[in-house]
């Protein structure tokens, strides 16, 4: 049996998952992969002006 699962995180850029962090593993190691999105915050603004003040 192989090691712990180790969660991270990612960004998709097509077929690609670019992760934040070096994963550890040697280059080439076959890899099972759960894809989750991550929730987006949502802007309730009633204005793009509104949504620019929230922003910053």
Known sequence: MGSAPTMMKGTV???I???EAEPGLP???QV?????PVPQPEILAESPLEALRVCS
């Open 32 to 36: 099972t992969v759960r894809l989750e």
């Open 13 to 15: 850029r097509g077929r």
């Open 17 to 19: 998952i670019e992760l």
């Open 27 to 29: 280059d080439g190691q």
